[in-house]
């Protein structure tokens, strides 16, 4: 009980910090940028605006500025409504101040994402890891524009951690996290799922009660921020698949777009898409073929998902390859010297190219994409041997 107490007590502390820094100190962020898109559907939120009702915001928006606005003057909210409830809060704020909120909770879920992925490390390279994870260019990208992604890493952080160390609720916490954007978690998802019915064990059932309450509890809570939200949503997905730049993928950083300019010289989410359903194939089986082993390893399991999702999703940015974070993790205590020498390049390579090339460079994270894959599918594949059987 005491031990509740002073949590909440920190929470609520370090609450009014981030409030007042919000508020007093100027943070030169893009505020024009992916981050307008959720501080209008929260704003809007709490003026009895329907999260999915586009026309409504745009009204909302033209009100504030006094000059009508086109209804593409900022993209379609295209998440699950909990998104939006979580976050409502940065609705109360102007959006300079708004954007501070929001950077500032990105930094605590990125430094929560570390200390849970740490866990057992040394002290000092625990402590060593949280300045690292900053020089990380996605990082920098994500932090900046203020985007969504930090949700997702957090999510499989903690259902890393709380598999490891099996805490039920926690590991309905993290699932729930990985709902945020399907289209990233969805895979790693469906495998903290499967862990759990596979464990047949007093943990599994409880973390997987726990994990149907809360998927209850989301679909119910959905009605709050859309009257009609399951048919809203899918809306905003179709309606957001035909904006051009997604239908063209124009600024996508993923091998499957690589190869559809490769092969017709020209990119389209279509093209892509037929190409992302054959890596998809051919990396699940992959992983598949050796899953006795990995079934002896949850955290390889889960890291296996996320490898998957980022090799073969034909929709992803430079900023959603934060997600290699876990991965790295993962693999950084290796014990042996050239696969964490490798790690290590691996991790310093998108940062100098990046910041050398500008987008020209997005090509590295391509290539560290297939160097980590490869890594983590050869650790899997010794999983039997360097994991104990009674592992969980």
Not at 61 to 90: H, K, M
Not at 167 to 176: D, E, H, I, K, N
Not at 299 to 304: G, N, P, Q, V
Request: charge should be positive; hydrophobic fraction near 55%; include cysteine.
């Amino acid at each position: 009980m005491k031990r509740a107490l002073i949590l909440l007590l920190s929470f609520i502390l370090l609450a009014v910090v981030m409030v007042v820094v919000a508020l007093k100190v100027p943070v030169p962020l893009a505020i024009n940028s992916d981050f307008q898109v959720l501080y209008y559907t929260t704003h809007g939120l709490l003026r009895g605006i329907d999260v999915y009702d586009q026309a409504a915001k745009i009204q909302m928006i033209s009100e504030r500025f006094g000059t009508p606005l086109e209804i593409n003057f900022i993209p379609q909210f295209a998440y699950p409504p909990w998104f939006a409830l979580s976050t409502f809060y940065l609705g109360l704020f102007s959006i300079r101040s708004a954007a501070v909120l929001w950077f500032e909770t990105n930094l605590l879920m990125l430094f929560l994402s570390v200390w849970f992925l740490t866990d057992g490390w040394k002290p000092l390279y625990r402590l060593l890891a949280f300045p690292a994870a900053l020089i990380f260019y996605p990082v920098l990208g994500m932090l900046a524009i203020g985007q969504y992604d930090f949700p997702i890493l957090l999510g499989a952080s903690m259902l890393v951690y709380s598999i490891k160390h099996r805490q039920p609720v926690l590991t309905a916490l993290g699932l729930s996290l990985l709902t945020f954007k399907p289209h990233l978690g969805g895979l790693v998802l469906i495998a903290g799922l499967l862990h759990l019915f596979l464990r047949r064990d007093e943990f599994g059932r409880r973390a997987l009660q726990y994990t149907i309450g809360a998927g209850v509890f989301l679909f119910v809570v959905g009605f709050l921020a859309d009257s009609a939200w399951p048919l809203n949503y899918l809306g905003s997905l179709l309606n957001y698949r035909g904006l051009g730049h997604i239908t063209t993928c124009s600024e996508c950083v993923n091998i499957s777009v690589w190869l559809a300019r490769g092969l017709s010289g020209e990119s389209s989410l279509s093209q892509a898409g037929a190409i992302a359903g054959l890596l998809l194939i051919a990396s699940v089986a992959a992983f598949v073929s050796i899953r006795p082993r990995l079934w002896r390893s949850p955290t390889l399991l889960l890291a296996s998902a996320l490898m998957v999702t980022v090799f073969a999703s034909p929709y992803l940015y430079n900023y959603d390859f934060i997600l290699l974070l876990l991965t790295f993790a993962v693999l950084a205590d290796s014990k042996n010297l050239t696969e964490r020498i490798v790690v290590f390049l691996c991790y310093l390579a998108p940062t100098f190219v990046l910041v050398a090339y500008g987008r020209a460079g997005n090509i590295i994270l391509l290539a560290v994409t297939i160097v980590i894959t490869l890594l983590l599918y050869l650790r899997a594949r010794r999983a039997g041997i360097d994991v104990p059987a009674h592992a969980a």
